[in-house]
């Protein structure tokens, strides 16, 4: 079998899937037990809400607070943490193979992880077993910035580094309503044109996606949620098995597709 390991897009959506798991739960939990037979030194998650004007930094702490970077929701989701354990060592080794193409990457020895890490690590490796280093998106990036990134993290997939993008498969805050029988007009043909292209492993046009994809700025009138599918995207080659894990949609305005880039299982 080969060690190489997959890398994960994951649509975390709202804060409160973290007690409300709807679809996306169970798949992760099921995800998490398939990816659990194979052989993982850490986890590396890109999440959109780790961001960091002009450099890219890593966690490199041996302890990784829980951050409750949300507000106005229940109190229940204040009290939950993530145990999760840093790899300060592995994050050094990060830090010096990404200098290899000339990505400067500073160790933060402090910062945890926000709700794009922890949410999903919830479901996909409940036990916070297995070691976890948070990379943040050096901002502004752009389309062709995040596949560059992307194609200089490929090389990890083969050091025992499972990669996770945390974003969203549509992102319109703005359109955001509470009957999920009832998801808007733009959600299908938006996730059909980006399903289409990730078959085909086409990212010359998912470079152009803000032009070729229907309803595209409708669904991220910002791009920092779809920047992490691309980013998953360019750390994969052509002839992978692309998986789709389908959460359907919540608060009608986001969409809960998650992707799976190479053998999981």
Not at 108 to 128: E, N, T, V
Request: charged share 20%; with cysteine; hydrophobic share 40%.
């Amino acid at each position: 079998m080969s060690q190489k390991l997959p890398v994960l897009f994951i649509t975390h959506g709202s804060p409160m899937l973290a007690i409300e798991p709807g679809k996306t739960g169970p798949l992760l939990m099921d995800l998490g037990k398939q990816l659990k037979k194979r052989p993982i030194n850490a986890i590396l998650v890109i999440s959109a809400h780790f961001i960091t004007q002009g450099k890219t930094m890593l966690t490199a702490a041996k302890n990784l607070p829980t951050i409750h970077d949300f507000s106005g929701f229940p109190s229940e989701l204040y009290q939950l943490e993530y145990n999760a354990k840093g790899a300060p060592d592995i994050a050094m080794q990060i830090q010096r193979e990404l200098s290899y193409n000339n990505i400067h990457v500073e160790l933060d020895p402090k910062r945890g992880l926000d709700h794009g890490a922890w949410i999903p690590l919830q479901y996909l490796f409940p036990d916070a077993d297995v070691p976890v280093i948070q990379l943040s998106m050096a901002w502004p990036m752009d389309v062709t910035q995040a596949i560059n990134f992307g194609k200089c993290l490929k090389i990890l997939r083969n050091r025992g580094i499972l990669i996770i993008t945390s974003g969203s498969m549509t992102h319109n805050l703005y359109d955001v309503g509470y009957d999920d029988e009832k998801p808007l007009h733009y959600i299908k043909p938006f996730i059909d044109w980006v399903e289409n292209t990730l078959k085909n492993h086409d990212i010359d046009a998912m470079k152009n996606y803000r032009e070729l994809a229907p309803y595209a700025k409708k669904a991220h009138p910002t791009e920092e949620h779809f920047l992490p599918l691309i980013i998953a995207l360019a750390s994969s080659d052509k002839d992978e098995l692309i998986t789709e894990l389908d959460g359907g949609v919540t608060y009608q305005a986001l969409a809960m597709d998650n992707y799976i880039f190479g053998q999981y299982s």
